[in-house]
């Protein structure tokens, strides 16, 4: 009886080994392709630099963002006080945020896990995430590490999207996993076009503030799509609907990009 059980015990070790080897080799064998996908820049449509792509049934995410961040800076709102600020925000979302502290401490917390000091991209953020699966994790990750290697604007955007169709097309990824990646990535898509308007000259280019916020507010959203019951603990942010996810992921831009750009005397 003894000899059955360690028998059986060994069959069971070696079959989830077995299966752990074989799944990380196939996440492995997945991430390699959405490279070479991403990198196809050769296509006669390479430089149509359009920011919409409704091919992708999440897009609408990346509208709603943009819409916020142009109203709160168009607007004026960041110019005066917090409180202005504050008003201006609450008034373009659902929230009701009564101070700065939640700027404050989504910087504090996100921002060092997620960027080096030189503005890189950092995996330390996503792999720290729990209950994602390794292969969403391994696809956010080379996402954003790929976007680096993109000085130009419009090669940017159309790395994005052949990324998005890469994910659409394969089969690997569950529903749930595509609603957040793809939300994600429109996210990251229109926030890039978005702060390649507004920001300077000296700002645009590789490891540039624009594609740091894009990364970030892609994150943003991203986290509120899967944790919205944990931000609301943390923030006291309630995250009730799509659009919700959409103006968290403003939060997280805004948070940077009035940081380190526009510097108001009255955030710190």
């Not at 330390?124 to 790929?146: A, G, M, R």
Request: charged share 25%; glycine share 4%.
């Amino acid at each position: 009886m003894k000899k059955i059980f360690v028998l059986l015990l060994s069959t069971i070790v070696c079959f989830t080994i077995s299966s752990c080897q074989k799944y990380k080799e196939n996440t492995r064998d997945i991430t390699s392709q959405l490279v070479t996908a991403m990198n196809t820049l050769n296509n006669p449509e390479k430089n149509n630099s359009d920011v919409s792509f409704p091919e992708n049934p999440f897009d609408e995410a990346g509208i709603i963002h943009n819409e916020l961040i142009t109203n709160i800076l168009n607007e004026g709102y960041w110019k005066d006080d917090s409180l202005k600020f504050i008003e201006g925000f609450n008034l373009h979302t659902n929230f009701n945020i009564q101070n700065l502290n939640i700027f404050r401490q989504i910087m504090n917390d996100c921002y060092p896990l997620a960027f080096d000091e030189n503005g890189n991209y950092s995996n330390d953020f996503v792999n720290q995430l729990e209950n994602i699966p390794e292969l969403e994790k391994q696809t956010l990750n080379i996402f954003f590490t790929e976007m680096e290697k993109y000085e130009d604007y419009s090669d940017k955007i159309y790395a994005s999207k052949n990324a998005e169709i890469f994910i659409l097309d394969n089969q690997d990824y569950t529903s749930s996993m595509r609603e957040r990646l793809l939300s994600a990535m429109a996210i990251y898509r229109y926030s890039l076009y978005l702060w390649h308007t507004i920001l300077p000259n000296e700002e645009k280019g590789r490891c540039s503030w624009e594609d740091v916020y894009s990364k970030f507010d892609a994150l943003g959203e991203y986290i509120a799509a899967r944790y919205g019951t944990e931000l609301h603990e943390k923030y006291g942010i309630v995250i009730e609907d799509g659009k919700d996810v959409y103006h968290y992921s403003g939060i997280v831009s805004l948070s940077a990009a009035i940081t380190f750009t526009f510097i108001p005397c009255w955030l710190f």
